[in-house]
């Protein structure tokens, strides 16, 4: 391998990649122009360059590839010496169905037994692509309600001119339909934004204790209203990857939505711990809880288990699946337990990014 000791000495390392001192400067620019994360093999199947992103995908590990069907596919263009390409599906985490759906170009570089794997997500243009599909439709329905009531009720405002007790109660219901109509658009644009970019990919190093108790403090004027205690019990810091405002916002959205189906002057219970390197986030209320047949639908966007009540709380059914996508893109879960009369309990669940944090816990009120 007399080329890669004289590239060795010759070229500096590059920043943001791993092994850029093996590759002249030459090549490691045309692979950062190319918009796929990529790794150069050497003979033995050790990685001399891997592009900044690979990490995000846990394909390897001490200078090797850890994922089979990639080394497979390695293995078979060195034998070959000719070019191939393949699809993978990958898991966002150790848990949870998200995916990584990739395409992957491998291909021998010169005569020194190199091979470059191009590595292409094609996830986002997936997740996107099925949102198109549904979220005309949906987003149609639910916004003729609001506007329909709003233009049914101006018309009653008009019809009762010389009637200002009846003008107070229809413009009453009128600034009613126009906070929820103002809800729903905000929430359509907070689901949008979970497109904008993966957080595992793009993300920083989130402490889920406070994300946790920001969250807790965005709802409190809802909890004073209704008289509810928001008890924490938190650890001292727990640490994942991804975007923070996302999951302060699904942490939020699950706080929000206890305290909306609550009696008034009862508890909601947040309670974080960690198992086997996995943050679980449970989110407890003493409320009406949730029929069993609703409980596979409960995600679902605009999916409402009571209509009637929804209109009361201002619920626009888009809360709980904003809380699905957010673990979903971070490699995470959520689920429910609930038994109706009894309450619910909600448990989103995140890899940590250290595996070997191990808080000790403590108790917190937020009022």
Do not use: C
Not at 45 to 65: C, K, M, Q, V, W
Not at 76 to 92: C, F
Not at 204 to 215: F, H, N, R
């Amino acid at each position: 391998m007399a080329w890669l000791s004289r590239v060795r000495r010759e070229e500096p390392q590059k920043s943001g990649v791993t092994g850029g001192e093996l590759l002249p400067s030459a090549i490691i620019d045309l692979l950062g122009s190319v918009d796929a994360e990529s790794l150069i093999l050497a003979p033995g199947e050790s990685i001399i360059y891997s592009s900044p992103g690979i990490a995000s995908y846990n394909l390897t590990r001490d200078h090797f590839l850890l994922n089979k069907s990639l080394l497979t596919l390695a293995r078979a263009v060195r034998r070959s010496g000719l070019q191939q390409e393949a699809t993978l599906e990958l898991p966002r985490g150790p848990i949870g169905d998200g995916t990584h759906d990739l395409l992957v170009r491998v291909a021998p570089i010169g005569d020194e037994g190199l091979i470059a794997i191009l590595i292409f997500d094609d996830s986002e243009m997936r997740r996107l692509d099925a949102i198109r599909r549904d979220f005309v439709a949906n987003i149609s329905h639910e916004l003729k309600t609001p506007i329909g009531a709003l233009s049914i009720l101006s018309e009653a405002v008009l019809g009762a001119a010389d009637d200002p007790d009846a003008i107070t109660r229809f413009a009453n219901r009128m600034q009613t339909e126009a906070h929820r109509l103002t809800d729903l658009v905000q929430e359509i644009i907070d689901l949008s934004r979970l497109q904008d970019g993966d957080p595992l990919k793009s993300g920083e190093i989130v402490d889920l204790v406070a994300a946790t108790k920001e969250a807790a403090e965005q709802t409190s004027l809802s909890s004073e209203t209704r008289k509810i205690d928001v008890v924490l019990s938190l650890p001292d810091r727990v640490e994942i990857t991804g975007s923070r405002e996302q999951v302060i916002m699904a942490i939020h959205n699950l706080i929000e939505n206890a305290i909306n189906y609550s009696p008034v002057g009862t508890r909601v219970a947040v309670a974080l711990r960690v198992s086997d390197a996995i943050a679980e986030l449970s989110v407890s209320d003493q409320g009406i809880g949730i029929p069993e047949s609703s409980l596979e639908r409960i995600f679902e966007r605009f999916y409402r288990v009571d209509a009637a009540r929804s209109r009361a709380t201002g619920g626009t059914g888009l809360g709980l699946s904003i809380v699905k996508h957010v673990a979903t893109n971070h490699g995470g879960d959520v689920s429910v337990w609930s038994v109706e009369g009894a309450g619910s309990t909600f448990t989103i669940r995140f890899p940590l990014t250290q595996q070997d944090n191990q808080p000790t816990l403590k108790a917190v009120e937020a009022q």
